[in-house]
């Protein structure tokens, strides 16, 4: 995520979460830093996880990650439901520039991911 040079910060007890654990991001978007934590609010391992926004700059920020076996591998959908700050504003954000900008952002983790595995 260098882009927007994206990074874990504060405690981070290990690569594995579960229910319950919190990780907060900083990372830097149009320009402006911003920080996000996030908890993870569900978690059915091996099919599933849920993260959620609990203090950032989103109005809601929920993260659903779902995970498939297929042939020798698996995949992994992302379900991203998300409400701006501001209303009428946020909402006329949200459909002009944080939709596609959003959904870019993952795209692109999700290439970064899966280039670990094959590594």
Do not use: C
Request: charged share 30%; no cysteine.
């Amino acid at each position: 995520m260098a882009r927007s040079r994206e990074q874990a910060i504060g405690r981070v007890e290990s690569d594995s979460l579960s229910l319950g654990d919190e990780i907060t991001w900083r990372a830097l978007h149009f320009g402006i830093p911003w920080r996000l934590t996030s908890r993870i609010t569900g978690f059915d391992r091996p099919r599933r996880f849920i993260d959620e926004q609990v203090r950032g700059p989103f109005h809601k920020f929920h993260h659903e990650h779902v995970f498939e076996e297929i042939g020798g591998g698996s995949r992994m959908t992302d379900i991203v439901e998300f409400e701006a700050p501001a209303g009428w504003l946020g909402r006329l954000a949200e459909r002009l520039i944080l939709a596609s900008y959003v959904r870019s952002l993952i795209d692109e983790r999700n290439r970064y991911l899966a280039e670990q595995v094959v590594k």
